[in-house]
């Protein structure tokens, strides 16, 4: 994982695309912690909102594949305020054509993550069972999704930031 960034500090993208994403990492927080669910926001390559607000579960959120392709980037919520899961860095990998993921914690820290030049050289060489194959298998204890407060979430939140770096990806934490 990359070293914490100033608040707001939202690299990679165009001005349109920043502001947009600040108003809807705001939107995401703000019905996470009404509902106590995730939620997702899709913004476009044009920096706009596509759609609404997509409710999800406690643990997942699944949007409409059909808005899911008119988006470059998506913006979702933790209620327990944990790093990206490894379902997330899989979904930025190879589930559709995002070159960013946003999510926000609960307790306010940001996490974003983005495709690099080195991610889309190693999605040439790796293909999604090649992931399961390998890294799955060496890494089975590591890849327990637990509630925050269980010690191996810390474990695994290292072996995803791990993995991320490995594809590439330029995974950061942002502080409130
Ligand atoms: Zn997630």
Redesign the pocket.
């Given at each position: 994982m990359g070293g914490s960034q100033p608040a707001g500090e939202l690299i990679h993208l165009s001005k349109g695309q920043r502001r947009q994403t600040r108003i809807g990492i705001a939107e995401c927080l703000a019905h996470g912690l009404k509902t106590g669910n995730?939620a997702l926001i899709l913004i476009g390559a044009d920096g706009k909102k596509v759609d609404g607000t997509i409710p999800g579960s406690k643990y997942?959120?699944n949007p409409d594949d059909e808005l899911v392709q008119k988006s470059v980037a998506s913006i979702?919520n933790?209620p327990g305020s944990?790093p990206?899961?490894f379902?997330?860095v899989m979904?930025l990998l190879f589930e559709n054509k995002h070159e960013h993921m946003f999510?926000i914690g609960h307790n306010g820290t940001l996490y974003t993550m983005s495709r690099t030049n080195e991610t889309k050289e190693w999605l040439t060489r790796w293909t999604m069972k090649d992931i399961w194959d390998e890294h799955l298998r060496l890494n089975k204890h590591q890849w327990r999704h637990g509630p925050a407060e269980d010690p191996l979430q810390l474990v695994y939140s290292k072996a995803v930031a791990g993995f991320a770096e490995e594809v590439g990806l330029d995974y950061r934490e942002v502080q409130p």
């Open positions: 995730e997942s959120v979702h933790h944990r990206c899961s379902a997330d979904y999510v």
